[in-house]
């Protein structure tokens, strides 16, 4: 994933985003939360970045995060 990462910059945005997404899935079934929360960011997947906060219990990252989404968020 880090190598297709640096392959693909944001500016290619539809595959960088792929990438994050499958990368992000990745480090969430290894229990990685914090750190899929962050590649999820990377990708603008800001829905799945605050599920993996939450699920890091990074408190202070997850609800800033649902508040910039809206009200929409269920949890």
């Known amino acids: 994933y880090t190598e297709a990462l640096s392959v693909y910059s944001p500016t290619i945005s539809k595959r960088h985003s792929d990438i994050c997404i499958e990368y992000g899935d990745h480090l969430a079934n290894t229990s990685d939360w914090a750190q899929a929360a962050a590649v999820y960011l ?5 829905r799945q970045a605050v599920s993996a906060f939450v699920q ?20």
């Open 42 to 46: 990377l990708g603008n997947t800001t």
């Open 56 to 75: 890091a219990k990074e408190w202070r990252m997850a609800p800033v995060l649902a508040a910039a989404l809206g009200s929409g968020f269920d949890t």
